[in-house]
């Protein structure tokens, strides 16, 4: 992988066929049901994903198809569901448009915001419950 020799991310975990369903997830306002695989790894304190949308409509299709392969989005993780539903607030506030949203199994809450204006295609607004950071820490401990 190129993320790994250029940059030195060692160690990836691939979660495969991660299924969105239409009950938790939404796609441009309506329910989604798409499946993707996530491979996760880290550079210091920064997380690397690679999202490979694997069936259905969503927000990682819709990129592939109408750009090329890279730079998908950046993440901006909230501390509490509270504060994911008043960041929501505040961009809908200013005009952002939330393309993608949902709950994903572990209890990530997760939006993915158009930001033509920010230099990425999507800016993500994440809340990541603890058991999920634990699991995220550890994928971390495993770069060292």
């Known amino acids: 992988m190129a993320l790994t020799g250029l940059l030195g ?3 990836w975990v691939r979660i495969p066929d991660v299924h969105f369903a239409p009950d938790s997830c939404s ?6 049901d798409f ?8 550079l210091g304190d ?3 994903e690679l999202i490979e949308p694997v069936s259905g409509e969503n927000v ?6 109408d750009s090329t392969p890279g730079l998908h989005h950046i ?19 200013h005009g952002a448009e939330v393309v993608q949203q949902g709950v994903m ?12 204006h920010a230099a990425v295609p ?23």
């Open 9 to 11: 991310a060692r160690k």
């Open 75 to 93: 993440c901006m993780e909230v501390e509490s569901p509270e504060q994911f539903d008043a960041a929501l607030a505040d961009a809908a506030n």
């Open 60 to 65: 990682y299709s819709e990129f592939l198809r």
């Open 27 to 32: 796609y441009r306002g309506k329910p989604a």
């Open 46 to 48: 920064m997380q690397l």
């Open 122 to 144: 999507f800016v993500e607004i994440a809340y990541i419950s603890p058991e999920m950071r634990a699991f995220y820490d550890y994928i971390k401990r495993e770069q060292r």
């Open 105 to 116: 199994p572990g209890g990530i809450q997760f939006a993915y915001l158009a930001a033509p």
């Open 35 to 42: 499946v993707a695989s996530i491979s996760l790894s880290y």
